[in-house]
């Protein structure tokens, strides 16, 4: 892929990877924004049968869309309908715009809900992808020259290539190693001069847990920062400090949906929340039950539309997650919104007991804020035979030599008391007992009958 430079341009100014765009005026992001949504609307339905018929039905018509505010008088669209879509319409479904003749790639979601969604990649798609994806990278630090570790999957799952790609646009040395291979990548990190990683966290803390078993000193490895996304967590406390502590790293929350983009939010180094592209995305919040934007910072549902994706648009996207924005200016000058403490929850991981709602992001927190216990844990939903009802058990690991399981279970107890406002059963078991994942590690697991 080019890089877009010309040959001995080094990009970025230093602070801005493109300063021109990062640090657009509300107002002129805004004029961009309705611009290319006025354009993207009117493409998907000039070529889209799903979206022409999802329009009418709802009483649309592209001439509608006069301002910002009336992109709530468009219909949502669901991750199952685009299955549906594609079954009826196979292989790729009828919001595939382009013609084959124009995509470079297929990635499909990871379908661990389901079947997975195809999505496309013009190679105008892929340009515009690695760009804004070099710049979350450079936001966090990233700089020309480092040497990039990139141990996100490699293939169909598409945040690894996403990675390679924005590498080529800063001129950095990349190690492709994917999600494989810890020795190696511990040794990468003693011996090649890796200075950013990337991973899922909880590929982080199983990489940082081998190197506390190996006797490897943080402090030895040159390793400066760290992005860390797949699954949420980057962003708690907990999980953030013991990242930080176990890499020796400056950590950073960065963002992707398949049916989106594969790294389309990201912290800069203020770490006051994932700064999204937004000359290329469109965010809303909305109330799950009413599906009308909340106020800002209100949570909600985000909810994305494509401002410039050629092949496999979406427009307002309901991506299942919860967050809430923020657009006011942040300290490091860019005016593009933010997620403060980045994604929240899956609003369909949501757990109801006894009255109380938490998400398992709340439980992370907890665990991962304990010295006595592992990064490792899962929650299960259970139901007693006896009485019917439902049980919630937390169960974690208690580090190796930890005298007193029993008072350390109480104090768990009280923890997540504090955090959810109810109290969970607790279970510990022996360090190294639960799974470790070097993907989204699967923390809810519901066995009710």
Known sequence: MRSGFDEGEVPGDGTFFEPEVETLSRDALRALQLERLQAQVRRCDAGSPFYREKFRAAGFEPGDLRSLDDLASLPIVYKQELRDEQAAHPPFGRYVIAPLSEVRELHP????TGHPVHTLWTFNDARIIARFTARLLYQA????????????????????????YAADLLRCFV????ATLTDRQIWYFQNAGTAVFLSTPSYSLHIAERMREEKVDPASIPLGIGLFGGEGGTETEGTRAKIETGLGIDAFDIY??????PTCAAECMAKAGLHWAEDHHLIEIIDPETLRPVSEGETGILVVTHLSREASPMIRYWTNDTARLDSSPCACGRTHTRLPGGILGRHDDLVVYRGAKFYPIQVENVIRGM??????????LSTDKKTGADVCTVVAEHLQGQSDPAGLREKVRRRLREALQVTPDVALNPFGTLERTT???????????
């Not at 700089?143 to 293939?155: E, L, T």
């Not at 809810?444 to 009958?449: P, V």
């Open 109 to 112: 979601s990871t379908g661990t």
């Open 141 to 164: 630090g990233t700089r020309p020259g480092d040497i990039i570790q990139n141990a996100f999957s490699y293939g169909l799952w598409i945040a690894g290539l996403a990675v390679h």
């Open 175 to 178: 190690i492709p190693i994917g």
């Open 256 to 261: 992707g949906i398949s049916e989106i983009h």
């Open 371 to 380: 010295e006595d216990l592992s990064d490792e844990f899962l929650i299960v």
């Open 439 to 449: 993907h989204k590690a699967q923390r809810l697991r519901d066995e009710r009958s």
